[in-house]
């Protein structure tokens, strides 16, 4: 079992950045891949990036390419989400999860509390 915990969003300016964290309890948590979502008002919950149990893959969606950077400490059972360059339409409440390497909301057995991102143009 994994409990996990987002925090670090915030209000910034368009081409500013923000890194978010999420921090998680278990023993297993290098077992798990961890995915980053979020989710704008009205909208539904998407991937943003994802992260293999060991660090090695690493996926990202075209909108975010180049600009988000996601990690993780196994040894901390901490990841991260480094989001550069930031633009109004990344504005979201983001969450971090834990689960399966995929792309979809099923994959993710574990979800945190989501923190939400506000991009002012």
């Known amino acids: 079992h994994v409990q996990l915990q987002a925090y670090g969003g915030g209000l910034v300016q368009t081409g500013g950045s923000l890194r978010l964290s999420c921090a998680a309890s278990g023993r297993t948590f290098s077992r798990y891949a961890i995915g980053w979502f979020r989710q704008a008002p009205g909208k539904e919950r998407d991937l943003v990036a994802r992260?293999?149990?060991?660090?090695?893959?690493?996926y990202y969606v075209d909108s975010v390419k180049g600009r988000f950077f996601i990690s993780r400490d196994n040894a901390k059972n901490a990841m991260y989400l480094q989001m550069n360059n930031l633009k109004p339409e990344d504005t979201a409440v983001y969450y971090c999860a834990a689960g399966q390497y995929g792309g979809g909301l099923r994959d993710y057995d574990y979800w945190g509390q989501g923190t939400l991102v506000t991009v002012s143009s």
């Open positions: 992260i293999s149990g060991n660090g090695v893959s690493t």
